[in-house]
């Protein structure tokens, strides 16, 4: 079996608005990452992904707020140490995280070889000048990125080319685990081709040594990540592996947000588009039971009844629905 | 059936808008960039046209001179068999009745200060129902709200910030369906919406066509989107048109060399993506 790098139990998480009112974002996630593997997460807008992606990292500043659960990196406890702590020892050495619009945060007064600087002194103060430009140097030659960008300003840079910097800036302590937040989903085709062409590399060459990656975009999801969960209102409803759950899902959420995949492949002009009507409940007071009974097509009374509890079948597949998998399929044969 | 109906009309329908040699330039000398270089193009009605490229391929450039917001440097484009003219400030607005467009970001699409009604009683406005008895009115926005799966009475009397992404993005198409347009821009609708509001979006879009035989052409970087809903697909490269024809034909057997690294950059699902073949996974299931 292989290590475990990161391993979160139950995590909670919540906003606090500046109206003293909460916003549960994340309620009681749990999945574990393996060495060399990949966990992709999906969803649609305001589901809590990017929230869970923040909680991941420890580092908890207002609004965001921890509750309870646990987030271990390498057998590491994190959610106990200090926000102080762990910005200095777990950010950027055992997390790395890109966020969405990754590629606005460098700035336009600086030449790139300066982030890296910062980013290696901050932890790690010895280090000359020089050995960090050779040490960028490397790493940008093992990423077939030009070297003469250590030198040039972000506006001289095309905003793939920007893209891939920063995520070369971001892994340049070689993290344990890496976040990425959409980090393709604001370039095209060709440029995202080669942003995950890059992360793959990382992943190769044991520069990072797990991944999560947060799209909503399910074709990409699926080709990029070993593992997909599905999350829904703040709550994972499904988990297995990526052909498990393109293919074949079960929870009655994940088939719907399957079902509104479009790609240019011969046949899929004849399907019909099936959308999910409703929107999410608003997490302020979510509903009892299943979340998604409101929405769902295949709802009972009971679904709301109780808080649903989220059953494993083996095999590292999970799914969060009060029917089990063969009533689902039956009822699936029928609809 | 009706698809058949529907191609029959297309191939017999006249042209609704057309350009030729249709040429942007933007700046002089060593700073001169051709932003759109002699563009040909020909839209029938009741057609479902997508213009395909990558950024800077000069698809918004074109958006915003087939709009009239930009002016043509060189080229001519013509409007329901005839030259287009908007030289005047009231020519511009009659030609607007006939061509409207929807937006990629629909958070600066609507004026801030203006309430939802106002938005809806505009479009009732330009197309003459300016003496309209009240009642009659309130009649019109709510069955434009509904076609949308809006509800009026929610709607009413709030601003447009107090809506989400995707209900305004939908109050756009309700604009559309009281507009009733012949031509229908629709420039990225659903890029900065997630995947299950699309299929939401699209359907409605569709149904326009469907119900009032408008003519939308989509511009998108969305290879999938533009396949899925299209009937005529063209592929813009550097501001030229490398292909176009029929959606079948140009995306499952595209013949020029963009077309083809363009569609083999788009991850798929049933089809290995080139170097994430690694996993063979298209075998188990198929």
């Known amino acids: 079996m292989a290590k475990i790098m990161l391993d979160v139990k139950d995590l909670s998480t919540k906003y606090i608005t500046r109206f003293r009112e909460d916003v549960y974002a994340v309620d009681r996630v749990s999945f574990q990452v393996e060495e060399g593997k990949s966990l992709g997460i999906a969803g649609e807008s305001g589901c809590g992904k990017s929230t869970l992606a923040l909680s991941l990292m420890g580092y908890y500043f207002a609004p965001l707020h921890y509750m309870s659960g646990s987030i271990k990196i390498e057998d590491r406890e994190i959610t106990s140490m200090t926000p102080d702590d762990v910005r200095k020892n777990i950010l950027g050495t055992e997390i790395a995280y890109i966020p969405q619009a990754a590629m606005n945060a460098l700035n336009p007064t600086q030449k790139i070889i300066r982030f890296i600087e910062d980013v290696i002194q901050a932890h790690d103060p010895s280090k000359t000048r020089k050995d960090i430009r050779d040490m960028a140097r490397q790493r940008f030659e093992v990423l077939n990125l030009p070297a003469d960008v250590l030198d040039k300003h972000a506006v001289e840079l095309s905003g793939g080319m920007k893209q891939?910097?920063?995520?070369?800036?971001?892994?340049?302590?070689?993290?344990?685990?890496?976040?990425?937040?959409?980090?393709?989903?604001?370039?095209?085709v060709t440029s995202q081709k080669m942003v995950i062409k890059m992360i793959f590399d990382l992943m190769h060459d044991g520069f990072i040594r797990s991944m999560i990656f947060i799209t909503h975009e399910l074709p990409l999801l699926y080709n990029v990540t070993d593992d997909i969960a599905v999350m829904y209102a703040g709550q994972f409803v499904e988990t297995g592996s990526?052909?498990?759950?393109?293919?074949?899902?079960?929870h009655p959420y994940s088939r719907g947000l399957m079902h509104s995949i479009i790609v240019p492949e011969a046949g899929t002009r004849d399907q019909k588009l099936e959308a999910i009507p409703g929107t999410p409940p608003n997490l302020k007071n979510p509903p009892d039971g299943c979340r998604f009974a409101e929405r769902c097509k295949f709802a009972s009374p009971q679904c709301c009844a109780s808080d649903i509890a989220f059953s494993t079948i083996g095999g590292g597949r999970g799914y969060r629905c009060i029917y089990s998998e063969d009533r689902l399929k039956e009822v699936y044969a029928h609809a | 059936m009706l698809e058949q109906v529907l191609t029959n009309s297309i191939a017999q329908g006249g042209l609704c808008l057309s350009g030729k040699g249709v040429t942007k330039i933007f700046g002089m000398g060593a700073r001169r960039t051709v932003a759109v270089d002699h563009v040909d193009f020909e839209f029938r009605k009741s057609e479902v046209i997508s213009i395909v490229g990558e950024s800077g391929s000069g698809k918004t450039t074109l958006v915003k001179m087939l709009l009239g917001l930009t002016s043509v440097t060189e080229g001519d484009i013509y409007f329901m068999g005839q030259k287009r003219d908007i030289s005047s400030r009231k020519k511009k607005h009659d030609y607007w009745r006939g061509i409207q467009a929807i937006f990629q970001d629909p958070f600066s699409s609507y004026n801030i200060f203006h309430k939802i009604d106002a938005v809806l009683l505009d479009c009732i406005n330009m197309r003459g129902g300016k003496g309209l008895p009240k009642k009659k009115k309130v009649e019109m926005m709510a069955e434009a709200c509904s076609f949308v799966n809006l509800k009026y009475e929610e709607l009413t009397n709030k601003y447009p910030?107090?809506?989400?992404?995707?209900?305004?993005?939908?109050?756009?198409?309700?604009?559309?369906?009281?507009l009733q347009p012949s031509i229908l821009l629709a420039d990225e609708p659903t890029s900065m919406i997630d995947a299950c509001s699309r299929a939401t979006i699209l359907d409605m879009l569709l149904?326009?066509?469907?119900?009032?035989?408008?003519?939308?052409?989509?511009?998108?970087?969305?290879?999938?989107?533009?396949?899925?809903?299209?009937?005529?697909?063209?592929?813009?490269?550097?501001?030229?048109?490398?292909?176009?024809g029929g959606a079948d034909d140009v995306i499952l057997r595209p013949k020029a060399d963009y077309t083809q690294r363009l569609i083999q950059d788009v991850p798929k699902i049933h089809e290995p993506w080139d170097f994430t073949n690694r996993k063979a996974r298209t075998a188990v299931f198929v």
């Open chain 1, 164 to 188: 891939r910097t920063v995520i070369a800036i971001s892994t340049i302590l070689s993290p344990k685990v890496l976040i990425a937040d959409e980090p393709s989903s604001a370039l095209d």
């Open chain 1, 242 to 250: 990526a052909e498990q759950t393109v293919f074949d899902p079960i």
């Open chain 2, 161 to 178: 910030f107090e809506l989400s992404g995707g209900q305004m993005q939908r109050l756009m198409i309700a604009r559309i369906f009281l």
């Open chain 2, 207 to 244: 149904n326009l066509r469907k119900d009032i035989g408008m003519t939308i052409i989509f511009v998108t970087h969305d290879i999938g989107l533009a396949y899925y809903v299209s009937d005529t697909v063209y592929i813009m490269e550097r501001g030229k048109i490398v292909e176009f």
